[in-house]
T-cell receptor, first 113, second 119 residues
Framework: AQSVTQLDSQVPVFEEAPVELRCNYS??????LFWYVQYPNQGLQLLLK??????LVESINGFEAEFNKSQTSFHLRKPSVHISDTAEYFC???????????FGTGTQLKVEL | EAGVTQFPSHSVIEKGQTVTLRCDPI?????LYWYRRVMGKEIKFLLH????????ESGMPNNRFLAERTGGTYSTLKVQPAELEDSGVYFC?????????????????FGPGTRLTVT
């Protein structure tokens, strides 16, 4: 069975500081990985995805994540956060041939001035 | 294109009552999914439709939950009778049909969710 672990439930950080949100997964088959973001009072939005090819993927707003198969990780990073990045971030896994996403418990990123 | 829409955005009902949630997927998306997030926990899969057929309903909690997708367009999720533990946010998502060699169906687009409170 597959699972996703987000060890940090909350991550406070000052504006313009770097941040890393950790995600580890467990699966015995090929995986596809996603980061979703939920801004306050909004729905889930797809932030970035790893489906194939380059293991380093980027979003349009400066986030990046690297698929590391040996460490079974897909950590999300941003070199300099903005107050508008305050949101809850979810790591999710889709296994090959399946369609249901398996989510982590989410990480609340709070950016402070 | 319009995104996934869900109605209502909030619903407060008493234990024992019935509630019906609606989801309108992105036009042309054959795949429709329901997920639920109980407070403080992870978002969990409930079921998956391909057009009007239930492809996977392994996540449905019990027989008080009934999902339909008549005509392969919008979907409804009925909870009858509602219990306290049914409270949470219900998300709907949709994706393109599966085609060989394409990852398009792997990208699920989510609606804003329906927050259900059972008192």
């Amino acid at each position: 069975a597959q699972s996703v672990t987000q060890l940090d439930s909350q991550v406070p950080v000052f504006e313009e500081a770097p941040v890393e949100l950790r995600c580890n997964y467990s699966s015995s088959v090929s995986v596809y990985l996603f980061w979703y973001v939920q801004y306050p009072n909004q729905g889930l939005q797809l932030l970035l995805k790893y489906l194939s090819g380059s293991t380093l993927v980027e979003s349009i707003n400066g986030f990046e994540a690297e698929f590391n198969k040996s460490q079974t990780s897909f950590h999300l990073r941003k070199p300099s956060v903005h107050i508008s990045d305050t949101a809850e971030y979810f790591c999710a896994l889709l296994t090959g041939g399946g369609n249901k996403l398996t989510f982590g418990t989410g990480t609340q990123l709070k950016v402070e001035l | 294109e319009a995104g996934v829409t869900q109605f209502p955005s909030h619903s407060v009902i008493e234990k024992g009552q019935t509630v019906t949630l609606r989801c309108d997927p992105i036009s042309g998306h054959d795949n429709l999914y329901w997920y639920r997030r109980v407070m403080g926990k992870e978002i969990k899969f409930l079921l998956h439709f391909v057009k009007e057929s239930k492809q996977d309903e392994s996540g449905m909690p019990n027989n008080r939950f009934l999902a339909e997708r008549t005509g392969g367009t919008y979907s409804t999720l009925k909870v009858q009778p509602a219990e306290l533990e049914d409270s949470g946010v219900y998300f709907c998502a949709s994706s393109h049909q599966m085609t060989s060699g394409s990852f398009a169906s792997y990208e699920q687009y989510f609606g804003p969710g329906t927050r259900l409170t059972v008192t």
